[in-house]
């Protein structure tokens, strides 16, 4: 289960990543989230051999591809960064993207957020993270990603577990 959430920008303005591993600048594509039946899965990735509730996707692209789809076809191309949730303390800036949550609680259904940085939700990856290159398969060809996995997860109340639980949406491919 997931829900997108991704933004029209100006130019010049799109957030971007860069440094570390990355050899380009890479820019904001859309953020999404995966999450379970149940608080016992829901994250993509696991820590210690188990899945956490959610896991938060920021999906970025090398600067010098136009969009998504023509970064897919290359190896260069997309960067994903990922956090992962863990039960702990109300999160404030996912609170803003989980009170839409009802608004979209069918599938391929959509709904105009107030407009809000993106930067709240996608830490800066001050300490330790994993990278890693993984291929992802679709019906007709396969893309390769770079992972980076930000190492601390990040908290999120049991109230805000219990709202994303009920929804249930398509999953991404990544
Ligand atoms: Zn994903």
Same mark, same amino acid.
């Given at each position: 289960m997931a829900a997108t959430l991704s933004g029209k920008y100006a130019e010049g303005t799109c957030p971007m990543v860069s440094g570390g591993p990355l050899t380009a600048p890479y820019k904001f594509s859309q953020l999404h989230f995966h999450w379970g039946p149940d608080?016992?899965?829901?994250?993509? $990735?696991?820590?210690?051999?188990?899945?956490?509730?959610?896991?938060? $996707?920021? !999906? $970025?692209?090398?600067?010098?591809?136009?969009?998504?789809?023509?970064?897919?076809?290359?190896?260069?191309? !997309? !960067?994903?960064?990922?956090?992962?949730? !863990?039960?702990g303390q109300a999160n404030a800036a996912l609170q803003e993207f989980v009170k839409d949550l009802p608004h979209i609680n069918k599938v391929h259904s959509a709904f105009r957020v107030i407009p809000r940085p993106v930067g709240p939700l996608v830490p800066q990856f001050t300490k330790d993270y994993f990278t890693y290159w993984g291929a992802v398969t679709s019906p007709s060809c396969s893309h390769l990603i770079q992972w980076l996995v930000f190492r601390e997860p990040i908290e999120l109340s049991p109230d805000q577990v219990s709202l994303l639980l009920p929804i249930c949406l398509f999953s991404p491919p990544y």
């Open positions: 608080i016992s899965e829901g994250s993509e $990735h696991t820590m210690e051999c188990r899945r956490l509730p959610a896991e938060l $996707h920021a !999906v $970025h692209i090398n600067s010098k591809y136009p969009n998504q789809e023509a970064a897919l076809q290359e190896k260069d191309g !997309v !960067v994903i960064l990922a956090y992962l949730f !863990v039960p």
